[in-house]
Nanobody
């Protein structure tokens, strides 16, 4: 069956960097759009960054534009999120999610568009 494995979280100081990785198994990644979501304590889950299949369009939350970059390697079946200039407000559990629905600027951050989810990886930004 399709499984997503999130990894790469940890504790980092403000201004630091982390790279998260989502490894997909049980299917061909090329048919899936993938988005990283995050959820901080007491807050709603929010979409952070998305990369579509085919055209590989990317979408980002305003709060991370210019700091985060999403990559995909369909041959390795991984989708990475490079996070730079991290801020304390980036602290959250980060989840990758994959789905076959067409994604665009209007729906990429809607969690109902995704069929499969990773287990989450904790990112803590603190001095």
């Amino acid at each position: 069956q399709v499984q997503l494995l999130d990894s790469g979280g940890g504790l980092v100081q403000p201004g630091g960097s982390l790279r998260l990785s989502c490894a997909v198994s049980g299917t061909t990644l090329a048919y899936f759009g993938v988005t990283w979501f995050r959820q901080a304590p007491g807050k709603e889950r929010e979409g952070v960054a998305c990369i579509t299949y085919g055209d590989r369009n990317t979408y980002y939350a305003d709060s991370v534009k210019g700091r985060f970059t999403i990559f995909r390697d369909d041959s390795k079946k991984t989708v990475d999120l490079q996070m730079n200039s991290l801020k304390p407000e980036d602290t959250a559990v980060y989840y990758c999610a994959a789905g076959t629905s067409p994604l665009d600027e209007a729906n990429w951050d809607d969690s109902y568009e995704y069929d499969y989810w990773g287990q989450g990886t904790q990112v803590t930004v603190s001095s």
